[in-house]
């Protein structure tokens, strides 16, 4: 796999301003956003669409970190998977045996979840498709057809991450150095 060295010594005013930001409210800047910040619109298109989905996918942060979750393991973003595994633990109160499931690829203990799970890993992997009976069975559970099109924010916000990541591999942060994740299959 490709890795880009990025050797930027003028940082933007755009990546300087989110990057300061992130910092008064995470107290850090997360190594993904400093290598993402080498390219303004990149920084700035994933933290607007992050922001957005938080706010108006219609789900809630459970399910908001299922979603992210399911997406970087779909990608193999150790990255997100770390950090969001650190986020459902610490900030959204995903159960563990949840946030387990999802990164050993086995099924959710929660059939709502697991169906929301489900369907964004096949959108993930079928890039968008889906098939009538696959959406039938995630609304029987008590989603709507508008939650499928949230799915599909929260698949672009990960796809700016997770392909970035790819290519530009940060560090895992401290913070999140405790749910460090290796795909195995």
């Known amino acids: 796999m490709a890795h880009l ?8 005013s ?5 990057l300061d930001a992130t910092k008064s409210k995470l107290g850090f800047a997360p190594n993904m956003y400093v290598k993402m910040g080498n390219n303004p619109a990149l920084l700035d298109a994933y933290t607007y669409s992050y922001n957005s989905f938080r706010a108006n996918s219609g789900f809630n942060y459970i399910e908001q970190e299922v979603i992210f979750l399911s997406i970087a393991f779909e990608n193999n973003c150790e990255y997100c998977v770390a950090a969001h595994s650190f986020v459902a633990d610490m900030m959204s109160k995903v ?14 203990p929660d059939l709502k979840l697991g169906a929301l ?3 964004t890993r096949s959108l993930t992997v079928n890039r968008g498709m889906a098939s009538q009976t ?4 995630f609304i029987a559970v008590g989603y709507t057809e508008a939650h499928v099109l949230g799915i599909i924010a929260g698949i672009g916000v990960k796809a ?19 749910r460090k994740w290796e795909k195995r299959i």
């Open 95 to 108: 159960p563990t045996e949840v946030t387990d499931a999802i990164r050993n690829n086995q099924q959710i």
């Open 134 to 137: 696959e959406i039938d069975d």
């Open 14 to 18: 755009i990546t300087s301003s989110i």
């Open 117 to 119: 799970s489900k369907l």
């Open 5 to 12: 060295k990025l050797e930027n010594n003028t940082v933007s």
């Open 160 to 178: 700016l991450s997770n392909y970035s990541n790819h290519l530009t591999n940060p560090e895992v942060d401290a913070a999140f150095a405790g």
